[in-house]
């Protein structure tokens, strides 16, 4: 069983930086062999997938808006995921969850991934 559990989320200021961590545990966990990624969802909104970091750590997608201000990366020998978010806007504001799936890299909709750790709120006020 795979568990993921996030942290880092928080209330800051316009343009302000959060480094939000998610960390894997489970004896079928083996980095090498799961793509892992970072979504976000807003009250009534569908969840949207925000980066995606393939097992090489060195691959990595972020959606337009995050662009340049996200830096996703991944710690395999500590089970680890990161999502640092600089010049934050209001716009970011969302809860944050990771996801992982093994053996595949898919596309960036939500029911595409299999593990989910329960989110972490982010809001930025203006």
């Known amino acids: 069983q795979v568990q993921l559990a996030e942290s880092g989320g928080g209330s800051v200021q316009s343009g302000g930086s959060l480094r939000l961590s998610c960390v894997v545990s489970?004896?079928?966990?083996?980095?090498?062999?799961?793509?892992m990624a970072w979504f976000r969802q807003t009250p009534g909104k569908e969840r949207e997938g925000v980066a995606r970091i393939l097992p090489d750590n060195q691959s990595t997608w972020y959606t337009a808006s995050v662009k340049g201000r996200f830096t996703s990366s991944r710690d395999n020998g500590k089970n680890m995921l990161f999502l640092q978010m600089d010049s934050l806007k209001p716009e970011d504001t969302a809860m944050y969850y990771c996801?992982?799936?093994?053996?595949?890299?898919?596309?960036?909709?939500?029911?595409?991934?299999?593990?989910w750790g329960q989110g972490t709120q982010v809001t930025v006020s203006s």
């Open positions: 996801a992982a799936i093994e053996n595949m890299c898919p596309d960036m909709s939500e029911r595409a991934w299999i593990h």
């Open positions: 489970g004896s079928g966990f083996t980095p090498s062999r799961y793509c």
